[in-house]
């Protein structure tokens, strides 16, 4: 395919211009117009999004996010299938005005469902990327079935192991055999224009400890606040926190709702809270105030699940105390960037942090370095490449680990 075409990058949820959804979409956007100079490059989003008047919002499109959460039975199926087949519709009307389409959202199952549901194939190529394979596995398998095919729809992940799992490879069957390609090592398209001087010290002097994005459960987000309600009961209590309160778009979570309840009503000293997402320039302000991020992320989901987050801290010389058999720890670990932790019990967070305190300016340098290596692979540039040779060479073999 000639580099001189007319590609659409789709975020049909985004409701403003703040938080890594938002972030994503653009690095995939500016990523695409540097490698496709020649071509047309649109931000599709949603009409109800408040957006200010740049040049890369040229299109509005309706409002797709109909689907109520709050729904049962027989209507939550009903909404969800007619969200899904609004969502066919603005495939159907971008596919006759763009030679390709690109969703950034791989956390919308909206989405996914429609692919699935679709009673046509598509002609244009079609890029999806997937953030999570463990959300959206059994989700595939399951109604891979009614699916027409997945012809021309190329779903893209960055998911670091050596071999499948059973689950996975039966994930991969249900697309092969309608017809559809997964790649496995994507790059991940992290977002480095906000990147400014790391700061070694903050703020009073204080260390200070952060959890950026919205609160999740998988993320730690409970462990976190478990952390800083075990140091608000002790006499020793001599770190600063930066941490948000807002949960994830549609959240149903009663657990983690109550958890940020309880830090807001807790009313800790020297805990500041950030009740909304923020935008961009003011999240990476305020992620190089931080020390040290605490992403004691759940072992499972992000055994082998890409942090962005992670990678952005260490751009920024921010170390980390993370959770072991993951992703994140394995970064950790190979550039010493950082601590993992025995558990997540406040106890052993807290020797993570203080091991981590004591030798700050060292793990501070080796996360710069490991920023260094990892920014390589992962950035909006490779990830448009990736796209370019694949649209180049449609039938290219599928990149497994």
């Known amino acids: ?27 995939i956007h500016q990523g695409l117009k540097e490698v496709f100079s020649n071509s047309q490059i649109d931000f599709i989003v949603g009409e109800y999004t408040h957006v200010p008047d740049k040049d890369f919002f040229l299109k509005l499109i309706p409002d797709y996010v109909s689907y109520s959460f709050k729904s049962k039975g027989i209507h939550k199926v009903i909404s969800l299938f007619r969200t899904a087949t609004l969502i066919n519709e603005l495939i159907d009307n971008l596919e006759s005005a763009y030679d390709c389409i690109v969703f950034s959202d791989g956390y919308e199952l909206r989405l996914l469902l429609a692919l699935i549901v679709r009673r ?18 059994p989700y595939v398998k399951k109604f891979a079935w009614i699916s027409k095919g997945f012809k021309n729809i190329f779903f893209l992940t960055y998911n670091e192991q050596d071999e499948l799992d059973g689950l996975t490879k039966s994930f991969v069957r249900s697309l092969e055999t309608k017809g559809g390609k997964i790649f496995f090592h994507a790059p991940y398209p992290v977002f480095t224009q906000g990147f400014a001087k ?17 609160a999740s459960s998988v993320r730690g987000y409970q462990e976190v606040v478990d952390f800083i309600l075990y140091l608000s009961q002790s006499d020793n209590y001599c770190y600063d926190f930066l941490l948000t309160a807002y949960p994830p ?43 040290a991020m605490l992403l004691l992320y759940d072992e499972k989901y992000y055994k082998h699940l890409f942090s962005g987050i992670l990678l952005e801290a260490f751009a920024l010389g921010k170390p980390a105390i993370v959770t072991p058999n993951t992703w994140l720890s394995r970064q950790v670990n190979k550039f010493d960037a950082g601590v993992v932790v025995q558990s997540t019990r406040p106890e052993d ?9 004591s030798n700050y300016e ?7 370095r490991a920023a260094q290596y990892l920014l390589e692979i992962h950035n909006a540039r490779t990830l448009a490449l990736f796209i370019k040779e694949i649209l180049e060479n449609p039938h290219v073999a599928r990149k497994t680990p």
């Open 1 to 27: 395919m000639s580099t001189d075409v007319k590609i659409a990058v789709v975020l049909h949820t985004l409701q403003d211009l703040r938080g890594h959804e938002y972030n994503f979409a653009v690095s």
């Open 120 to 137: 046509k194939l598509v002609n244009k190529p079609i890029f999806v990327y997937l953030h999570s394979l463990y959300m959206i596995k």
């Open 198 to 214: 790391p700061k070694m010290k903050v703020g009073s002097g204080k260390f200070t400890l952060g959890y950026l994005g919205a």
């Open 249 to 291: 778009r549609d959240c149903k979570d009663e657990k983690l709702l109550n958890y940020i309840d309880s830090i807001k009503l807790a009313n800790v000293k020297n805990v500041k809270l950030i009740p909304t997402p923020l935008p961009m320039e003011e999240y990476y302000e305020t992620l190089n105030s931080i020390s």
């Open 349 to 357: 967070v807290l020797k993570a942090v203080k091991k981590l305190e």
């Open 362 to 368: 060292y793990y501070s340098a080796n996360a710069l």
